[in-house]
């Protein structure tokens, strides 16, 4: 008796505890329809855009139909089969070069060893399918729209974060006369729900992957696609769901992207009025051996900006202190490289723009850094370039149009030529362009998410632009200038550290660094060679 008194209380406890723990598990938990996901790489054919040359395309359809083909126009497209070859100006004359200038061709597998070349070649393309499945998603497809279809639907702009929901915009049927209406919508990463049910509209696989519609009222039908709810079961950072969309004798498809909306990096500089260089821009370089240079360079900018903050990226084999306010000196292992000391310079700067600038530059009173930041604050540009000008009054903005043309298999051609695309709305000294001296000013996190390849530790500047291909937007400004120091110096003159700066600084052709960069072109960007002028 006294066993069941016992029992009784611990019974009460037992539900009194167990109840509301079940009720918060059923009212937290939903069902997932998937419990694993499979997201190794798959094989989606060649990776080449579809639409590069749109004649490879033709309908058989029409194949008795004759034509005759514009050789001219033809040119325009695309080949997938470039070549780099010399070109030799036709006249020998002083100065024809900046008129006709020659074209330099260099091939990227002359650096390989033919016994080696097989191997590296099945390596690279091993990496370029697995950056192609990386990188590409089902909204890069190309999706043709059949003809006199009476479905309609979103082409684009429909985009959902991942693993939630959204009303799917633009669904509707506009047939003809018929006893009953049906639409069925299908989808790979997600499911299909409806929002509301409208009268005398039947509906099936709420919930699931495929939804069917059916109506013997078109407008009611209508009513309900207004209410079709798109939900994403399968989680992804940054992908698309192709969803395809029949009725009788039709079909389509459109993509929804799936994907987090990018993250604001917004910077307060702390002025409403006016441009705040100090609090708007840090000033970063990278020195090797040249002390004297450097402190000639943050001399002359204290003339200019007494407070704008200066970091320093510092690889000398013997670092002297660099002190002063405002002053960032970071110290790194001897002869670690040009790039390396760019990363560690551009990785400290916490300001919204950034202006990298030579350690033997001298600012003088047409260094406008404002001009560079009007520039960046009132177009979409990421990057602007300034001009250098050398003690002999010559001035050099490097402007350069960069492209890349396919060349299937064995790899791609890139094409350097001096000059620029477009001239600048509203800036009369300001142009478009793919690559500019070492002289600029950059939307710091656009730098930073591009960065400097530190494998590039001697010789480079270009690599950047080139890594930068489709990311950044480059200007040039040729009224913002720059002084550079004089270069000028009897070979007797020169002191130790000279002459250690100017074997890294200026390797030879045949230098092992030249080499590893185009092994560094052939592997890393796919390229099997490149012209210049």
């Known amino acids: 008796m006294r066993m069941r008194l016992y029992r009784k209380p611990l019974c009460i406890l037992l539900l009194v505890v167990t109840i509301p723990v079940v009720f918060l598990v059923l009212l937290t938990w939903t069902p997932k329809p998937y419990n694993a996901v499979d997201i190794r790489y798959r094989a989606r054919g060649k990776p080449e855009s579809q639409v590069e040359n749109g004649l490879r395309f033709l ?5 008795h139909v004759p034509y005759t083909i514009k050789e001219d126009v033809v040119r325009l497209l695309t080949s997938n089969s470039c070549q780099c070859q010399n070109v030799d100006n036709p006249i020998n004359l002083p100065f024809i070069q900046k008129y006709l200038p020659h074209v330099w061709a260099h091939s990227f597998e002359n650096v390989y060893n033919v016994s080696e070349l097989e191997g590296v070649k099945r390596r690279r393309s091993q990496e370029y399918q697995s950056f192609i499945e990386r990188t590409q998603s089902p909204a890069d497809l190309l999706v043709v729209a059949k003809a006199n279809s009476p479905l309609e639907y979103p082409t684009q702009g429909v985009e959902v974060r991942p693993l939630q929901s959204i009303v799917v915009p633009g669904l509707s049927l506009q047939a003809s006369s018929r006893d009953e209406y049906r639409v069925n919508l299908t989808a790979t990463l997600g499911t299909f729900n409806v929002a509301a049910e409208v009268h ?8 699931e992957m495929h939804l069917s519609l059916s109506s013997p009222r078109l407008e009611n039908l209508n009513r309900q696609l207004e209410f079709i709810v798109y939900t994403n079961t399968r989680f992804h950072p940054n992908t698309a769901d192709t969803v395809l969309l029949d009725t009788d004798g039709h079909q389509a498809s459109f993509t929804i992207k799936v994907r987090y909306r990018v993250t604001p990096r917004l910077y307060n500089s702390g002025s409403e009025e006016g441009y705040n260089v100090s609090a708007l821009v840090t000033i970063a370089t990278k020195t090797f051996l040249r002390y004297d240079k450097l402190r000639d360079l943050i001399e002359s900018i204290r003339k200019f900006y007494p407070t704008v903050s200066i970091i320093i990226a510092d690889d000398s084999d013997k670092p002297e202190k660099i002190q002063g306010p405002f002053i ?6 001897f002869g670690k490289g040009w790039f390396a000391g760019r990363n560690l310079a551009i990785s400290q700067v916490t300001t919204k723009y950034v202006l990298w600038v030579d350690d033997d530059f001298i600012f003088t009173a047409n260094t406008k850094v404002e001009k560079l930041v ?5 177009t979409s540009l990421d990057l602007v370039g300034g001009a250098v000008r050398e003690v002999t ?6 402007r350069q149009k960069i492209s890349v043309e396919s060349g299937g298999e064995e790899g791609d051609c890139i094409h350097i030529r001096k000059g620029y695309h477009h001239d600048i709305q509203g800036f009369p000294n300001c142009v478009i362009t793919d690559g ?15 960065g400097f390849d530190p494998s590039l530790a001697r010789a480079a500047h270009l690599e950047f632009f080139m890594d930068g291909l489709g990311k950044l937007h480059v200007g040039s400004c040729s009224d913002v200038i720059v002084g550079h120091a004089s270069k000028i110096k009897l070979p007797w003159t020169k ?3 000279e002459k ?3 074997k890294f600084r200026y390797p030879s052709s045949s230098d092992n660094d030249v080499k590893a960069k185009h092994t560094f072109f052939y592997f890393k960007n796919r390229l099997k060679c490149m012209t210049m002028d």
């Open 59 to 63: 309908s058989q359809k029409y194949a």
């Open 495 to 497: 002191t130790e550290s």
């Open 500 to 502: 250690t700066y100017a």
């Open 436 to 450: 500019v001296i070492n002289f600029f000013l950059a939307r710091t996190d656009k730098v930073q998410q591009v």
């Open 200 to 207: 005398g509209v039947k509906v099936q696989g709420e919930g």
């Open 328 to 333: 960032e000196h970071y110290i790194m292992p």
């Open 393 to 398: 009054g010559y001035t050099a903005t490097f």
């Open 374 to 378: 009007d520039v960046l604050e009132k």
